[in-house]
């Protein structure tokens, strides 16, 4: 069946550094690609979507690009801040209906 | 701007009691989801509902679980016989009709002793 696979954490990371948080996927059709971020004591909130091969999804400084080559779409941002502390979730889904998928979630510390 | 709302934000029951989680979706939505979290595990999708059948379930999802939507706007998952392994996070979804985003509500975080 489909899966997603994210780099495990903790990232811990200073205020203002370049952040990459790998994500891989493996599906049977053609899925759309999402990261999900969860804050401290809030639900999974939608960061970026892609729906199709070389798209990018870019929202709040954050930037993914979908690699169908490398079945890949891992999340960037250029310069952390500490208000982005939360747990990223890398996810899939095969058609518009269709459950998500998710990865086991990236928890990611910015410490100023 | 619209979300998905759960209550209880917690809930904390002995083995073997029935619990029911309550989700508002948001109103102009057609499907409905429940998903479940393990403490540090990944989430995992437990049923789909759509005009007002289920319209897919996981392994997860059997005989102890049910789905309701007794009304316009409420949106339950119950379980009818907790285990201490249905210790959780849970999380409803809902979405529009041809759009594949999904919207989380915060989760009600359920504690099996």
């Known amino acids: 069946g489909d899966s997603v696979t994210q780099m495990e954490g903790p990232v811990t ?3 203002e550094a370049f ?9 049977t059709g053609y899925p759309s690609l999402f990261w999900y971020v969860q ?7 939608l960061l970026l979507k892609a729906t199709k091969a070389d798209d990018k999804g870019s929202n709040k400084g954050f930037e993914a690009t979908y690699r169908k080559e490398t079945t890949s779409f891992h999340l960037e941002k250029g310069s952390v801040q500490v208000s982005d502390s ?12 269709t459950p998500l998928v998710f990865g086991k979630g990236t928890r990611l510390s910015v410490i100023a | ?11 904390v029951t002995q083995m073997g009691q029935e619990v029911i989680l309550r989700c508002v979706p948001i109103s102009n939505h057609l499907y409905f989801y429940w998903y479940r979290q393990i403490l540090g595990q990944k989430v995992e999708f437990l049923v789909s509902f759509y005009n007002n059948e289920i319209s897919e379930k996981s392994e997860i ?5 049910s789905v309701e939507r007794p009304d316009g706007s409420n949106f339950t998952l119950k379980i ?8 959780a996070m849970y999380f409803c979804a809902s979405k529009k009709d041809r759009e594949e985003t999904q919207y989380f509500g915060p989760g009600t975080r359920l504690l099996v002793l």
């Open chain 1, 19 to 27: 952040l990459t948080i790998n994500c891989t996927y493996t599906a």
């Open chain 2, 61 to 65: 999802f059997d005989d102890q679980f």
């Open chain 2, 1 to 11: 701007e619209p979300e998905v709302t759960q209550t209880p934000s917690h809930q």
């Open chain 1, 86 to 97: 939360a747990v990223y979730f890398c996810a899939l889904s095969d058609s518009g209906n």
């Open chain 1, 13 to 15: 990371l200073s205020e």
């Open chain 1, 39 to 45: 804050y401290p004591g809030e639900g999974l909130q």
């Open chain 2, 80 to 87: 009818r016989s907790t285990k201490l392994e249905d210790s």
